[in-house]
């Protein structure tokens, strides 16, 4: 089993930043994809970005490419999110995700983090 924790939403305005952060616990993360995805007021959960074990395989959804980093540090159990240049469609909860059967496909969501971007 594993938990993740949210942290780091909160309300900004259009072209701020902001970044979240997700800490694991109950697994090493060293051989999971983590990931972002997004559900929007009344809206299906959406991917966002995605990172596999090492690092070295980053993925976005193209509405955020250029705009948004995602990161991990394996030996602390986090992983990040940096938005930048945030647009009002942005807005929704944040959930981080781990999961090993690739970066789009989940096996663990946490329980989120509001992120609103106002006009």
């Known amino acids: 089993q594993m938990q993740l924790v949210e942290s780091g939403g909160g309300l900004v305005q259009a072209g701020g930043s902001l970044r979240l952060s997700c800490a694991a616990s109950g697994r090493s993360l060293s051989t999971w994809y983590m990931g972002w995805f997004r559900r929007a007021p009344g809206k299906e959960s959406v991917f966002v970005a995605s990172i596999n074990w090492s690092g070295s395989g980053t993925y976005y959804a193209d509405a955020v490419k250029g705009r948004f980093l995602i990161s991990r540090d394996n030996a602390k159990n986090t992983v990040n999110l940096q938005m930048n240049s945030l647009k009002p469609d942005d807005t929704g909860v944040y959930y981080c995700?781990?999961?090993?059967?690739?970066?789009?496909?989940?096996?663990?969501w946490g329980q989120g983090t509001q992120v609103t971007v106002s006009s």
């Open positions: 995700t781990a999961g090993t059967a690739g970066p789009y496909k989940p096996d663990y």
